[in-house]
């Protein structure tokens, strides 16, 4: 999620549009740049790699009173000044959020036509295109980048600047956000309302395909065929910290809305539904390695060492490949037993957690292949590993991991079934439903999202109780270790996760009328099995809160709370009981006042042993 500006009017530009790239900074970056056009309407292109602060050490004094801005966090090519945006072709510089799915088959085109790209972005084909309907057709940018968007499969908010048009600036959007700011004599473009709310307050939101011509005295709107589209003019009453949070009261609960947008940029470009496969352009392993690994080892710490839990269920499940998971900081130091034939992939959101590193150094001096599986492009994992799938979440302020880990578990699904089909373990038909069924997740968990009320009252109920138990079994017995590491880490409720036909072996002994017991407990082959372990905990007085599939009559009869998930393949529905585990730890300590995005004593990247 990089951050777009543009501004036009009569203050000096440069500043306009570094302050309003300085208040996208919470949202995480790597290199920023700046397109303007000068006192004699030529185009100046500013960039750099790191903060915005050395981004201005180079801009020099210039009259600029219209500029384009980004700020830029990688999904293709590395995080460096080259890849930075603007991008330029021709007369045109363009700045974009959002990930072009057809890019390459787009730059062949485009190449073979004599084009010559200079960086690795997906970026720099738009640019491109634009550029080339532009030449075909010169005298109006707006036709040139409607034309260029007709070619395009993916997201976009994208905001063009052009020599030849020096008294406007075109920006359009489709599944990537963008705001409108309206002032006196001048007017704005921004991805997030934080970036222009020092300079108005009125604003318009652009919806999906629309595009806008925006000059100093006016804003037009139309939609991808050129018919105008009147638009609403907003005022927004937050104030600038209430802004960046766009309106949640913390970055944990905005980034658990997020998901559903999250889960889609993990997916988008990867999915062959009507080939039943999936593609990963970044991959470097080909069919026949992929058949000959005999074990995969997965390292990951917290969080992301629940998600390889998960991944050993399915990667034994639907591969048949022997399948280990261990936390960094133990694998190091146990004599780990591996081969060449080994795959150890490594899971980090940050890219930087030392004992997962370290294990990574440990792996590939046994000579295995090493695969990670990260959200930041340019981490110290990124350049270490030698294979790297980017889960494409987006920075994550809240220090408890959510979006990053369902695109975690969504990276895991769709590897697992990439070497399934190499494999030859699904038909083509099977993974197609499969994936016409991941499609339908973003949709799932905006409905737990509308129903988040009933989880909040559930939170409310239990949340001066002292310890929580939540159990699963199978693919759910991960979820249940998220639940209780995302409770306790961020209410300080002393929370386990258990395999629920563990509970008998020892636990049971701590359960009573005060221990509230969250069961994960959709229907699969194990749900009479998890019936059952209810029944042992209700017997001896818990109050169970059932996480249950919409259309189970049957629970209801044993617990004292039903959440429910609507109804997806058995094998997804970690994805969707994920939500509710996160809700109810954020609502729980939100009922207990706790820093939720700060918990004490922890840290979102933890680079020491
Ligand atoms: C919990 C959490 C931590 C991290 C762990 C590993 O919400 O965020 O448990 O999962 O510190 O971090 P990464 O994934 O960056 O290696």
């Not at 300085?22 to 056009?37: F, H, M, N, P, V």
């Not at 000068?38 to 185009?43: F, M, Q």
């Not at 603007?86 to 890019?103: R, T």
Request: proline share 4%; with cysteine.
């Amino acid at each position: 999620m990089c951050g777009i500006v543009g501004y036009i009017g009569e203050r000096d530009a440069v500043s306009v549009l570094i302050e309003s790239l300085k208040k996208l900074e919470y949202r995480g970056y790597d290199s920023a740049g700046l397109a303007l056009l000068d006192g004699k309407g030529k185009s100046c292109v500013f960039k750099t790699e790191g903060e915005i602060s050395r981004l201005e050490s180079i801009l020099p004094e210039l009259p600029a009173r219209i500029g384009i801005g980004h700020t830029r966090w990688a999904t293709h090519g590395k995080p460096n000044t080259i890849n930075a945006h603007p991008h330029v072709s021709g007369s045109i510089s363009v700045v974009h959020n959002g990930i072009i799915e057809n890019y390459l088959e787009l730059k062949e085109s485009l190449e073979s036509e004599g084009f010559v790209f200079v960086s690795d972005t997906d970026t720099e084909v738009l640019a491109h295109l634009i550029n080339k309907y532009y030449l075909k057709n010169p005298g109006d940018l707006a036709i040139a980048i409607r034309s260029a968007l007709g070619e395009v499969r993916g997201s976009y908010a994208l905001s063009v600047l052009s020599e030849e048009h020096p008294h406007e600036l075109i920006a359009a959007r489709k599944d990537s956000p963008l705001i409108l700011g309206l002032g006196e004599h001048e007017n704005f473009i921004a991805s997030d309302i934080p970036a222009i709310l020092k300079y108005t307050n009125r604003v318009i939101y652009m919806e999906n395909l629309e595009m806008v011509r925006v000059k100093r005295d006016s804003v037009q709107v139309f939609d991808l065929d050129g018919n105008p589209r009147f638009k609403e003019e907003h005022i927004i009453p937050w104030n600038l910290e209430a802004a960046e949070k766009a309106g949640y009261p913390h970055f944990m609960l905005k980034e658990i809305h997020e998901q559903t947008n999250s889960i889609h940029e993990t997916l988008a470009g990867r999915l062959q539904e009507l080939e039943g496969d999936v593609i990963f352009d970044e991959l470097d392993l080909d069919k026949e390695q992929i058949q000959n690994i005999h074990r995969i080892e997965i390292i990951a710490c917290g969080t992301s060492f629940n998600a390889g839990l998960l991944g050993k269920y399915l990667f034994e499940g639907l591969t048949g490949i022997h399948t280990d998971v261990d936390n960094g900081s133990e694998f190091r130091y146990s004599n780990p037993v591996l081969t060449p034939s080994t795959l150890v992939i490594a899971i980090t959101q940050s890219g930087e957690t030392a004992d997962t590193l370290a294990a990574v150094r440990e792996a590939t001096s046994y000579g295995c292949t090493t695969l990670a599986i990260t959200n930041v492009v340019g981490s110290t994992i990124s350049r270490e590993a030698s294979n790297i799938i980017y889960t494409r979440a987006g920075p994550e302020i809240g220090v408890a991991a959510t979006k990053s880990f369902i695109s975690q578990l969504v990276v895991l699904y769709l590897l697992v079934i990439h070497f399934a089909r190499a494999r030859s373990m699904m038909d083509a038909d099977r993974v197609g439903k499969l994936l016409s069924e991941l499609r339908k997740i973003p949709g799932h968990v905006s409905r737990i999202l509308e129903d988040k009320e009933n989880i909040q009252k559930c939170a409310s109920r239990f949340a001066e109780s002292k310890d929580y138990f939540f159990i699963g079994r199978n693919i759910n017995y991960p979820i249940a270790l998220e639940g209780a590491l995302k409770l306790k880490e961020i209410s300080y409720i002393h929370a386990e996760g258990y395999a629920a036909g563990e509970l008998k072996h020892g636990p049971l002994a701590l359960i009573s009328e005060d221990v509230p017991v969250v069961a994960i407990a959709p229907q699969g082959h194990t749900y009479d099995k998890i019936l059952s372990n209810i029944k042992e905990v209700k017997s001896r007085d818990a109050s169970v809160i059932a996480i249950a599939d919409s259309d189970d009559g049957e629970i209801a009869k044993y617990v004292d709370v039903v959440l429910t998930v609507p109804k997806t393949d058995f094998i997804l529905t970690p994805l969707l009981t994920t939500v509710v585990v996160q809700l109810l730890a954020y609502y729980t300590a939100l009922e207990r006042d706790c820093s939720i995005d700060k918990p004490r004593n922890l840290a979102k990247s933890v680079t020491v042993e």
